[in-house]
């Protein structure tokens, strides 16, 4: 078995958790995981609300986090054991991707607190 670096196998767990997040959050593969879920009314205790729901098991590969992380991590961890100098460029371009989303959840997460504790003062 080949030894990966710690800095190649943070950017593995980078690019696979990016990887897994355009599968099965982001706007952009929408189109992909439409065919697959239908939408069900679910009543709940502020009212009714529409969730999309799987209709195969494909459908919970591609809204499921944890099943498709684990796909995502066994595709980029093979394809990096296989093809390390071909899978390495979309390694990094994900794992960028990756550590930055990282980062702009936290920004943003701090963001709205600063603006809770903000609007929480000017009621005082």
């Known amino acids: 078995m080949k030894d990966i670096s710690w800095m190649t196998y943070i950017m593995l767990i980078l690019a696979s958790y990016r990887f897994t ?3 099965v959050f982001d706007k952009i593969t929408e189109s992909i995981r439409k065919p697959f879920v239908k939408k069900v009314k679910v009543e ?3 009212g009714t609300k529409t969730k999309e729901v799987p209709t195969s098991m494909f459908g919970y590969l591609l809204k ?14 093979t394809a990096y054991l296989l093809f390390p100098r071909v899978t ?8 960028i991707a990756g550590g930055q989303s990282i980062i702009e959840t936290f920004v943003g997460v701090n963001i709205k607190k600063v603006d ?3 609007e929480l003062k000017k009621k005082e």
Do not use: D, K, P
């Not at 986090?65 to 066994?74: D, F, N, P, R, T």
């Open 21 to 23: 997040h355009l599968i």
């Open 44 to 46: 709940t205790e502020n």
């Open 64 to 77: 499921c986090y944890w099943c498709a992380g684990v796909w995502s991590a066994i595709f980029f961890g």
């Open 88 to 95: 390495y460029v979309v390694i990094l371009i994900f794992s």
């Open 116 to 118: 809770y504790y903000a």
